[in-house]
């Protein structure tokens, strides 16, 4: 199932929006490519933090206290 800026996996619900798009991105390459669902997801949130992490980009979201 290909994911959208309004419809992405819940575990990337405390990703910045930036970040968020990134890890959609690559999720969607990664299905296309034959990967897992579950796998494509925790790949391209991985990447997708180092992403945000190297362009000095806030990655997660504040917990409200």
Known sequence: ???SKDN???SM???MAPVRNKAIEI???LLDDGYEE???IAIATAKAE????NRGKK???S???
């Open 1 to 3: 199932m290909p994911w």
């Open 8 to 10: 992405y996996p819940p």
């Open 13 to 15: 619900k405390n990703l």
């Open 27 to 29: 999720a969607n390459a």
């Open 38 to 40: 579950g796998r494509a």
């Open 50 to 53: 180092e992403w945000g992490e």
């Open 59 to 61: 990655v997660k979201k």
């Open 63 to 65: 917990k409200a206290s």
